[in-house]
């Protein structure tokens, strides 16, 4: 499942799946976007501002912009839950990466340079925000490093403009 949200409602999709007894991304936040988490299979811990909500599978929760959120799955199989945003931010800093490293999947050291100058610069318009000190300390430090390797010569990655939700969808 693999929706862009340039297409007719406005919402990226995907498929997330959690590995049993792992965490997933640091607390974060996105300031633009709602983030929606429909469990489908497993157990997903996901805590919101500290607050943990314990999702089963047929459960959701909606994660309103601004809110910082970080996640575990506690069991024994893995969590897989669709994950719906409603703005392009994400997608806009997912897709461009995916389709990247699907064409490159071995990219040497100048390719995982264009991705931290891509990512760099996604983590600088706001996409994605730290929500307390050490993050807030290691993204300064990632976004200065980015713009370092930008100033010497290392361009983005391209954006994934009008990908093709039917033809890519089983291949990212």
């Given at each position: ?95 461009p990466m995916a389709i990247f490293l699907r064409d490159n ?68």
């Open positions: 499942m693999l929706q862009s949200s340039h297409g007719s409602d406005g919402h990226y999709r995907f498929l997330w799946t959690l590995s049993a007894g792992k965490k997933g991304p640091e607390p974060h936040m996105h300031p633009h976007e709602h983030e929606t988490f429909e469990v489908q299979s497993g157990t997903l811990h996901i805590w919101l501002d500290g607050t943990l909500n314990v999702l089963g599978a047929g459960e959701s929760l909606v994660v309103k912009p601004g809110v910082g959120h970080r996640f575990f799955n506690p069991g024994p199989e893995p969590a897989v839950a669709r994950v719906s945003l409603d703005g392009p931010r994400l997608e806009d800093q997912m897709m999947p071995k990219p040497g050291l100048i390719g995982i340079l264009r991705i931290l100058v891509h990512v760099g610069r996604s983590m600088s318009d706001g996409t994605v925000a730290a929500v307390d000190v050490p993050g807030k300390v290691v993204y300064a430090i990632f976004i200065k490093f980015a713009r370092i390797i930008a100033f010497c010569g290392v361009q983005s990655l391209e954006p994934a403009e009008r990908w093709d939700v039917s033809s890519q969808a089983q291949t990212l």
